[in-house]
């Protein structure tokens, strides 16, 4: 009787006069608003490719030091462990707390076996933190979530494909966290050396089964689902950064001069910034926060406490 009563359909109703509570809405808006939100990116990949200045780029902030070299004759500097840091941007009345992870470059060495290790091992320790946090008896109202919402995978613009090691990081990567990779520098590509060399990408990503965010699930809806079909077939985005603005036209962009021109990174004609920009901050980046919480968390805390439920009922040894 109760599974028939659950399953027969609520019947809406309209009230003959403003009550009110549609303004649950902004009530909801005003709480979140003095809360502010929070967004954790850790940038993965080798030496050199401008993972700093990318981010920079993104959101329009001096927010990490780069790694490049200060002239021409000096080495590359590098990132030799994995570095935290935190900023909170204001946008129009909205706070967000960033928290970008450096991450060590990988591949540099002749045995690369194992590097990606303390990577996996830093996003797993923020989702065993969270879940200490939730299982305390005296647990905290609002929960500091420290867990990486996206990983930002940079590959080198080799224009032939991916190495053995894109592969295994990725694919060790996409069990974890989101992962949406871009092609580095792709200003280095002509045009059809960029599209033919992310076609090998995806192709060898299909090949290899490498589950790249955005996923579609049984909420999406049509809009949503072509949305996340359009982004899969620009996956990976070709990308250049630059923390410096020059004038192209009489108006100032972010840009970089090289001997051929200036590039400006804002224009889709020389590279797909704004496509990744405004994936990460203006379509996805709630979704980038749900999915971390409702699909990678939420398999970690599964596993850890059914390994703690086992340990509990194992018998104690005679």
């Known amino acids: 009787m109760s599974s028939s009563t659950a399953a027969t359909p609520t019947e809406e109703i309209r009230a003959s006069t403003y009550v009110g509570f549609d303004s649950i809405t902004a009530q909801i808006e005003h709480k979140l608003l003095k809360r502010g939100f ?3 990116v850790i940038v993965v990949g080798q030496t050199g490719l401008g993972k700093s200045t990318l981010i920079n780029t993104i959101f329009a902030s001096h927010l990490i030091d780069s790694k490049g070299r200060l002239a021409a004759e000096e080495p590359v500097r590098q990132t030799t462990e994995i570095h935290p840091v935190s900023h909170v941007i204001v946008e129009n009345g909205v706070r967000l707390r960033l928290n970008i992870v450096d991450t060590p470059g990988y591949g540099d060495q002749i045995n690369n076996e194992g590097c990606w290790d303390t990577i996996i091992k830093y996003i797993k320790d923020q989702h065993s933190a969270y879940l200490r946090k939730e299982l305390t008896a005296m647990r905290d109202r609002h929960i500091q979530d420290t867990r990486i919402h ?11 494909s991916l190495r053995a090691i894109d592969i295994i990081v990725m694919k060790k990567l996409s069990e974890v966290v989101n992962v949406v990779p871009v092609v580095a520098k792709a200003d280095s590509l002509t045009l059809e050396e960029r599209e033919a060399f992310k076609q090998k990408i995806r192709a060898e ?6 589950r790249l965010y955005p996923f579609d699930t049984e909420e999406s809806d049509e809009e949503e689902i072509q949305l996340n079909e359009s982004i899969r077939t620009m996956t990976p985005f070709a990308v250049v950064g630059s923390d410096r603005s020059v004038i192209i036209d009489g108006k100032t962009v972010r840009g970089r001069k090289t001997r051929w021109g200036v590039i400006n990174v804002e224009n889709e004609k020389h590279c797909e910034f704004v496509y990744l920009r405004n994936f990460l901050t203006r379509t996805h980046l709630q979704d980038l926060i749900e999915t971390t919480a409702q699909i990678h968390y939420e398999a970690f805390r599964s596993k850890q406490l059914l390994a703690l439920k086992e340990q509990t009922n194992r018998p104690a040894a005679p």
């Open 38 to 40: 929070q967004f954790n």
């Open 150 to 160: 996206c990983a930002l995978y940079f590959i080198n613009p080799s224009g032939h």
């Open 205 to 210: 990503m299909t090949y290899h089964n490498i």
